[in-house]
């Protein structure tokens, strides 16, 4: 996927306008973060790439970014399957052969070697976020959607993961949908503000991401983003 | 309950025809048991195929129901009918056209199940964690995959929780089967025994009937808790 994947247009559910001239492109194999408001309408964005935007109306351009790859706030994990059949689940539903090894793998990636054959159940959040990594890598799509992935978990599991997913998903072409200005200024590079008239480019560090958390442009960019959110133009 | 049995009968001086005490249905038990094994057996075998057929048929409606409109408008009818007709005013047609024998009890059995098994699971279905279609829409699943993949399996718990209702409603149907017409079974030999009023036998034969149904219900109760139950 070498093409900038975008989107231009509005988009309304049930003739409720949930945004208007929308016009986002995402930078091939590089990471977007996407901020604003509750409610602005970040997650039909990304459900609209996806795919999965069943009831809404949307007036526009929206180019196909084939299979993508999708890891949300909740892990969705299958209570039924064991966690190495969880990041198997792409391929049963495709009816492609499951490839064992391939997803021993990705669960060593995310240092999950050990749990392979545990249910969710016996997991705890932090872990059952990383076997959800473990099944986007699983789908190795060009591009990755995340809504919130990391929102529900505590700050030290979250900076963790926040710099496991960039290495791991370096080089794809990433949306990722946050609420957290330090995840934006950590891992965009780009990062938008989406507000009820347009998009707004912050400009983000030039380092390579992840980002140390304390590294005084990501605490530059962070000031920044808090400011503009906090006065919306 | 068996002080309860007892002291009615102390207080009221029921006569023994009317209403056995518990130690005499307890030795007619023992001294009958080879002719009680003998009907317990039939009536079982028709409990227990009724309850298979009945489940399969429930699960292969219920997933019909969920798959497409046109059969959901179908087996609905269906559905309403099998809970709401009285199974009493079936039993006399069915046994004219199955006959005598194991198939109309199986019939009347499953045609009580029917219901609790199929509207159970089909509501099991439709309450499916819509992220987790969405998910498997995105991974690029089939509609029939994600059936098989995720609703199903999302839904054997709600399966369940019907089959367990059938294993206490399926011996209801057997028994009316057999009282409508039989030549076999508990409540034939019930039937049977109130005639000569061997009302020991009649009590003997109801509470073989309600231990074995207790029974049945413990036992698919664990092998629903084995293998469809999750725990979460
Ligand atoms: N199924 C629906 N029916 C009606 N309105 C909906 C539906 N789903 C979302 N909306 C509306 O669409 C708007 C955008 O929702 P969306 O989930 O995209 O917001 P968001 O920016 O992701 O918010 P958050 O930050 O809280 O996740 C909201 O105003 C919401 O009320
Ligand atoms: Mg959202």
Known sequence: ?233 | MLVLWQTVIWTTGVARFILPPPALVAQTIWESRALLAEHAVITMAEVLIGLVLGAALGFVSAIGMVASPTARALVRPILVFSQSVPVFALAPILTLWLGFGLWSKITMALIIIYFPVTSSFFDALMRTNRDWIGLAKVMGASPARIMWHIRVPAALPGFASGLRLAAVYAPIGAIIGEWVGASKGLGYLMLLANGRAKTDLMFAALIVLAILTILLHATVNKLCEKTLDRPE
């Open chain 1, 1 to 233: 996927m070498n093409q900038p994947l975008r989107i231009s247009g509005s988009a309304a559910i049930d003739g409720v306008p949930i945004f208007s001239d929308l016009d986002l492109t995402l930078k091939p194999q590089s990471w977007t973060c996407l901020l604003g408001a509750s409610g602005v309408g970040k997650s039909t964005v990304l459900r609209l790439f996806a795919g999965l935007a069943e009831g809404v109306r949307f007036d526009g351009d929206l180019s196909d970014p084939g299979r993508v790859a999708m890891m949300a706030q909740q892990d969705l994990l299958m209570p039924w399957l064991s966690v190495l059949d969880n990041v198997l689940l792409g391929a049963r539903l495709r009816g492609a052969r499951p490839d064992h090894d391939f997803a021993r793998d990705r669960l060593a990636q995310v240092g999950l070697a050990d749990h392979a054959d545990k249910q969710p159940s016996a997991l705890s959040g932090g872990q059952r976020q990383r076997v959800a990594l473990a099944r986007t890598l699983m789908e190795d799509c060009a591009v990755v959607l995340l809504d919130e992935p990391f929102s529900a978990l505590d700050a030290l599991t979250r900076a963790q993961m926040q710099e496991l997913t960039a290495e791991l998903l370096h080089l794809r072409t990433v949306l990722l949908v946050t609420h957290d200005h330090n995840e934006a200024a950590r891992l965009g590079e780009t990062i938008l503000i989406m507000t009820p008239t347009g998009l707004v480019e912050i400009a983000a560090p030039t380092s390579p991401i992840p980002r140390d958390i304390h590294a005084a442009d990501v605490l530059r960019a962070q000031a920044n983003l808090f400011d503009r959110l906090r006065r919306p133009t």
